[in-house]
């Protein structure tokens, strides 16, 4: 994505107008004219921005440019689920995955170049962790899903629903509210009517549970709010979703029902990988009821998927819906996630990438010569 100039991809409104004001002397609405140009007509040229003055065309390709990630390869499912491997640099690698519903089409997306989170049953833990993705690299993914589902309705001549993105979602690679200094501007442009103009009921961020800054977030910006919760209690967690050992379910859940209160929202889907014989006994079930009856809450219960090495093993479909029933007996709503994408190793927990470890260079560092920035994959 390097370039000449600034990359306006991904730039907030505000920044936009500061930046045709100051670098180019235009108006305001300049920025506004230039947003539609790149978000709702997928503009990466200036060139092709008719209704905007010659010279002015000019004077842009002079100090800035639109880039996008380069895609790397493209997967379609059976279920017409599709994944894009796209390039952020020489050696690095992210997924981002668009899922087709007769009533929406979801984009998932991915927040930085591998995960740090560490938990023990998401593929993309073992891929380590890379960096941060930039603005642009995160607004980037939507940018290129819309040209690819246009050109393959195009192609199909049948633009249906079904192949438009309604609904965006951050539960590709990485954990987005360790990556918040980007991901709330991309947020940004997401909802703004002059971006993607999704509602903010359509945005959703998922954590593994970062309780600083979900309290931060509920300042600054107005999305759905999932949780990775995946125990009811903290000794099965902190073996789950190490960062509980940091931030543990009482203060997790404190951070969500301040997070529904400041953002006057609805409820929080809390995310529940079904793990055999690990989390998905009837008395997993109960404890779950007991700590969510009476909240504001939805339990939205994700079969497993694997991947290579791993140790654990999907639920049987009995103990899902059992699951599911002990908790609606209790009045939690729980809902079962349809697992979508599988066999482009498209599904919840598979999204690997090509990630270089920085942990593992760290540590190369110091046990030399064993270990080498092993590309994993
Ligand atoms: N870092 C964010 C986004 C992760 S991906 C978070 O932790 O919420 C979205 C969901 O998929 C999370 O709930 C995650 O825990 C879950 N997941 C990870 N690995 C999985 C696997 N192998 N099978 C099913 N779900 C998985």
Request: aromatic residues 6%; positive net charge.
């Amino acid at each position: 994505m390097a370039g000449k100039g600034v990359n306006l991809l991904g730039l907030p409104r505000a920044e936009l107008e500061t930046f045709v004001a100051e670098r180019l002397g235009a108006k305001p609405f300049r920025a506004r004219q230039l947003m539609k140009w790149i978000y709702r007509r997928g503009a990466a040229d200036f060139e092709a921005m008719t209704d905007l003055a010659r010279d002015f065309r000019a004077q842009l390709a002079e100090v800035a440019r639109i880039s996008v990630p380069e895609i790397v390869t493209e997967q379609v499912s059976r279920d017409g689920t599709r994944k894009w491997m796209l390039r952020m640099d020489e050696t690095q690698g992210i997924e981002t995955v668009f899922i087709p519903e007769p009533d929406r089409g979801t984009l998932c997306i991915s927040s930085q170049v591998g995960c740090a989170m560490d938990c023990s049953f998401c593929s993309t833990a073992q891929q380590g962790f890379n960096r941060n993705l930039s603005v642009a690299e995160i607004v980037g993914q939507v940018w290129l899903a819309h040209r690819e589902l246009a050109a393959a309705g195009a192609a199909q001549a049948d633009p249906s629903p079904a192949r438009s993105i309604t609904n965006i979602v951050f539960m590709g690679m990485g954990e987005p509210l360790a990556n918040y200094r980007n991901v709330v501007p991309a947020m940004r442009i997401f909802l703004d009517d002059l971006g993607y103009d999704v509602s903010r009921r359509r945005v959703t961020l998922s954590t593994s549970g970062l309780v600083p800054q979900i309290y931060k977030l509920a300042q600054e910006c107005n999305v759905a709010l999932a949780v990775s919760l995946h125990a009811p209690n903290d000794e099965l967690r902190n073996e789950l979703v190490p960062i509980n050992r940091k931030h543990p379910i009482s203060e997790l859940l404190a951070a969500c029902w301040h997070y529904l209160e400041a953002q006057n929202g609805r409820s929080i889907t809390f995310e529940y990988v079904m793990l055999a014989g690990i989390n998905d006994k009837p008395e997993h079930a109960r404890e779950l009821a007991r700590l969510l009856a009476g909240k504001p809450a939805k339990l939205n219960l994700i079969p497993f998927n694997g991947f290579p090495g791993t140790r654990y093993r999907r639920s049987p479909a009995a103990a899902i819906l059992n699951f599911r029933d002990i908790l609606n007996e209790y009045g939690v709503i729980a809902t079962i996630r349809r697992t979508r994408g599988d066999d482009i190793d498209a599904a919840c927990g598979q999204l690997a990438g090509r990630v270089t470890d920085r942990t593992l260079v760290r540590l190369g560092a110091k046990l030399a010569p064993v270990s080498t920035a092993a590309e994993i994959r």
